[in-house]
């Protein structure tokens, strides 16, 4: 594994890990059900239905509202905002979203064991686009359609587990593919200041693996990106270790995947990370270049939950979404929230506190149809 230099670690603000992808649906409730039993993103953090007016620069310069839930897999691994329009019909992509395209085109979701995964999605009757390959380095992975065509990535993951998988045999998000423009512009933002300084590999050509997915056969530059040293903060030990591939098109220039739509739309809108020190965030972004294009600036009510957040662009556009939570539910049902601003930023919940929250883990009828 070749290293690279980063500038990630700062007394001022830290990264804890990728808290969530956002996935913009047209319906929530459906689309949730899917994901609980495919994924086990069975555990709710928040639910809430409220306007967005802070996101008007990616709305259309127009106040919408939504509903949204923020749900994880207690298995480790970041979770899934999924989020649905509710002011107007959300749109989907005007093209099937391809790679070399340019923005979020995968969710890396971990696994112990691909294989098993793959034979029991195969039984379920889930969309699976070709079987389990190796990339570049020889991790096993198998890519997935959801019942939207959202292509996600189950990835061979055997280190950091929080708790044992459920029903589902995954984990929950542990990285995304991203596709840019340039690769060497792009590193600016993922390597330098999101952290990911360890290159598992690069790889330029056509690749077998990717054969069945849109885009599959394209001349292509694929690096997969690491972090070299572990993350710190309250939720670290529960979201663990991520990668990030950029992938960029050697023949034909990429489409933006969210071109004239709006945030919320059909696809993945955006990926989060848990953060600490948002304001030193803030400047070293910045200076690097990415400077934020919202910011709550203050704590944000998001239901049950309520922190800070904001967002930037990666060099295409793609938006990068940073959140410090200030309090977030424990056992709900008996009124214990966490107020994180009383405590060290740079240190781990207790593992019994981050467990309480799957108390609230939502449990469904047994599937009675396949897929």
Same mark, same amino acid.
């Given at each position: 594994? =070749?290293?690279?230099?980063?500038?990630?670690?700062?007394?001022?603000? +830290?990264?804890?890990?990728?808290?969530?992808?956002?996935?913009?649906?047209?319906?929530?409730? +459906?689309?949730?059900?899917?994901?609980?039993?495919?994924?086990?993103?069975?555990?709710?953090?928040?639910? &809430?239905?409220?306007? @967005?007016?802070?996101?008007?620069?990616?709305?259309?310069?127009?106040? %919408?509202?939504?509903?949204?839930? *923020?749900?994880?897999?207690? @298995?480790?691994?970041?979770?899934?905002?999924?989020?649905?329009?509710?002011?107007?019909?959300?749109?989907?992509?005007?093209?099937?979203?391809?790679?070399?395209? #340019?923005?979020?085109?995968?969710?890396?979701?971990?696994?112990?064991?691909? @294989?098993?995964?793959?034979?029991? *999605?195969?039984?379920?009757?889930?969309?699976?686009?070709?079987?389990?390959?190796?990339?570049?380095?020889?991790?096993?992975?198998?890519?997935?359609?959801?019942? %939207?065509?959202? $292509?996600?990535?189950? $990835?061979?993951?055997?280190?950091?587990?929080?708790?044992?998988?459920?029903? +589902? *045999?995954?984990?929950?998000?542990?990285?995304?593919?991203?596709? $840019?423009?340039?690769?060497?512009?792009?590193?600016? #933002?993922? =390597?330098?200041?999101?952290?990911?300084?360890?290159?598992?590999?690069?790889?330029?050509?056509?690749?077998?693996?990717?054969?069945?997915?849109?885009?599959?056969?394209?001349?292509?530059? =694929?690096?997969?990106?690491?972090?070299?040293?572990?993350?710190?903060?309250? !939720?670290? &030990?529960? *979201?663990?270790?991520?990668?990030?591939?950029?992938?960029?098109?050697?023949?034909?220039?990429?489409?933006?995947?969210?071109?004239? /739509?709006?945030?919320?739309?059909?696809?993945?809108? %955006? #990926?989060? !990370?848990?953060?600490?020190?948002?304001?030193?965030?803030?400047?070293?972004?910045?200076?690097?270049?990415?400077?934020?294009?919202?910011?709550?600036?203050?704590?944000?009510?998001?239901?049950?939950?309520?922190?800070?957040?904001?967002?930037?662009?990666?060099?295409?556009?793609?938006?990068? &979404?940073?959140?410090?939570?200030?309090?977030?539910?424990?056992?709900?049902?008996?009124?214990?929230? #966490?107020?994180?601003?009383? /405590?060290?930023?740079?240190?781990?919940?207790?593992?019994?506190?981050?467990? @309480?929250?799957?108390?609230?883990?939502?449990?469904?009828?047994? &599937?009675?149809?396949?897929?």
């Amino acid at each position: 594994m =070749r290293r690279m230099s980063s500038t990630h670690e700062n007394p001022e603000w +830290s990264i804890s890990g990728i808290q969530q992808i956002g996935v913009g649906v047209p319906n929530k409730q +459906s689309a949730w059900l899917w994901y609980r039993r495919h994924f086990n993103m069975d555990v709710p953090v928040f639910q &809430e239905a409220a306007e @967005a007016p802070l996101m008007t620069r990616y709305t259309g310069g127009s106040v %919408h509202s939504r509903d949204a839930a *923020l749900a994880l897999n207690m @298995a480790g691994g970041g979770g899934f905002e999924i989020w649905q329009y509710t002011s107007r019909i959300c749109s989907p992509p005007a093209f099937q979203p391809a790679l070399g395209d #340019l923005g979020i085109l995968t969710t890396k979701i971990k696994a112990p064991d691909v @294989a098993l995964v793959e034979q029991r *999605l195969r039984n379920a009757r889930v969309t699976l686009l070709g079987s389990t390959s190796v990339d570049p380095a020889g991790n096993k992975h198998l890519f997935v359609s959801d019942v %939207h065509g959202f $292509v996600f990535e189950v $990835v061979q993951g055997g280190e950091r587990w929080f708790s044992r998988p459920g029903a +589902s *045999l995954t984990g929950g998000v542990s990285g995304a593919t991203i596709g $840019v423009s340039d690769i060497g512009a792009s590193l600016g #933002l993922y =390597r330098d200041l999101l952290g990911y300084d360890a290159v598992i590999y690069d790889e330029s050509g056509r690749f077998e693996d990717l054969e069945h997915l849109p885009g599959g056969n394209a001349a292509l530059r =694929r690096v997969l990106l690491g972090h070299s040293r572990p993350r710190s903060g309250a !939720f670290a &030990e529960l *979201l663990g270790p991520t990668t990030i591939e950029l992938v960029q098109a050697l023949d034909h220039p990429g489409r933006r995947i969210f071109a004239d /739509r709006y945030w919320g739309d059909m696809g993945f809108i %955006h #990926l989060c !990370f848990d953060v600490a020190g948002m304001s030193g965030l803030k400047a070293a972004a910045a200076s690097a270049g990415f400077p934020f294009t919202v910011d709550s600036g203050e704590t944000f009510d998001m239901g049950e939950a309520g922190g800070r957040f904001a967002y930037l662009e990666d060099s295409d556009g793609t938006l990068i &979404e940073f959140v410090e939570t200030h309090k977030v539910p424990i056992i709900k049902r008996l009124g214990w929230y #966490l107020d994180l601003r009383r /405590r060290d930023p740079h240190k781990p919940l207790p593992r019994w506190m981050l467990r @309480a929250m799957g108390l609230g883990r939502i449990k469904d009828q047994p &599937e009675q149809t396949p897929g």
